[in-house]
């Protein structure tokens, strides 16, 4: 056992000593310049064990950026959560507050993508957007982007319209196009399951989707022409057991299917309008 621990020991002496060797062979410049190069070239992996070494050994010098591109490489192999735990380091060891605002536009970026609209909108509130205008209108796209993932759809308007107040046909597109967006909404979850109701397959229909729409109706109505005839051939028991459960569960089934097809036509239209308007605020 003792022997083991020795053992252990040696391997865990013998690779500190290479890696103290390895980086003092490469100097810290270097050594960040391949990292900065290998986060660049989407070596994200590469690239963090380099940053993580520069910070081990060099942890005065480049904390606060070595920390920054730890959560720019983590961002990039879609490691949010971490991510985000790096740039709030990266805040931390800005005690100079020379990268704050690089930071928190980062750590932004990572809350957005991971949807965790909440902790974004509070980010937004920390960020100077006195600055300078570019900071500023960064801030604002971005928080026209949480409001419209939210459905709140007049406050991203706000937002957008501010961002090209300088551009009368950027602002007149995005009015047309927000216009277009508020249409979607016609589309009513409960007035195409009101519809299935009474009609099977009718709230399909009412959702855009005519095949599914007709399916439902041949196949509710084919189970209870079967059901009907098999009550007059038997009797009403055999009906409702035999040919009960499959139309209950068919009928049902469309009615919340219609439900779901509206919902689904809803958010595919509204992520169609959202493409159009990221176009319109490039161009």
Known sequence: ???????????????????????????????WHTALQNEKDGQYNVALQKFARINYFKPDTLQTLVYLHIGNCETGLGEYYKAINSYDDALLADIHNEHQTEIQIQKLKAEILVHNMRLALLTIKEIDT???????????????????????YPD?????????????????????LFRQNKKI??????????????????????????????????????????????????????????????????????????GDIVKAKRAQRHKAIYSKILEALKK
């Open 130 to 152: 006195l600055k300078s205008v570019n900071v500023r209108d960064e801030v604002l796209f971005y928080e026209g982007a949480i409001h419209f993932y939210k459905e709140e």
């Open 185 to 258: 909404n016609r589309l009513k979850p409960g007035i195409a399951i009101a519809l299935s109701i009474v009609l099977p397959g009718a709230g399909q229909i009412y959702a855009g989707d005519i095949k599914e729409g007709i399916n439902s109706l041949l196949l509710t109505g084919g189970l209870f022409v079967l059901g009907y005839n098999t009550g007059m051939v038997y009797n009403v028991f055999n009906a409702i057991v035999a040919v009960g459960p499959w139309f209950l569960r068919y009928y049902q089934g469309g009615i919340l299917r219609a």
């Open 1 to 31: 056992m003792k022997f083991m621990m020795k053992q252990k020991s040696w391997w865990l002496l013998t690779f500190s000593i290479f890696a103290i060797l390895k980086l003092h062979g490469q100097s810290a410049s270097e050594c």
């Open 156 to 176: 991203a308007e706000k937002d957008w319209l501010r961002l090209v107040s300088q551009d009368s046909s950027k602002q007149q597109r995005i009015k047309v």
